[in-house]
């Protein structure tokens, strides 16, 4: 019997929020969007999905396709 490395990939959203200036709640999705020097990103965490991967990975890392299950 061996031993084999099996990678799970959980896809994931990464959240940022920022604080702009604006007359409504509009305006303030607008001026986000759009960027600009006064936006600045701060990260706010990680939300993890139900879609999964999981692969066997080689002797040399790379993911053996053929052992894939799921997503």
């Known amino acids: ?3 084999f490395v099996v990678l799970s990939r959980v ?3 990464v959240d940022y929020v920022t ?3 604006a007359d409504d709640a509009q305006e303030a999705a607008d ?3 759009e960027g600009g020097e006064g936006v600045k990103w ?5 939300t993890e ?3 999964r991967r999981v692969v066997t990975l080689s002797v040399d890392g790379e993911e053996m396709e ?3 299950r799921g997503e």
């Open 1 to 3: 019997m061996g031993r």
């Open 11 to 13: 896809d994931a959203l």
């Open 19 to 21: 604080e702009v200036d």
């Open 31 to 33: 001026i986000a969007y």
């Open 42 to 46: 701060k990260p706010a965490g990680i």
């Open 49 to 51: 999905t139900d879609v």
């Open 66 to 68: 053929s052992t894939a």
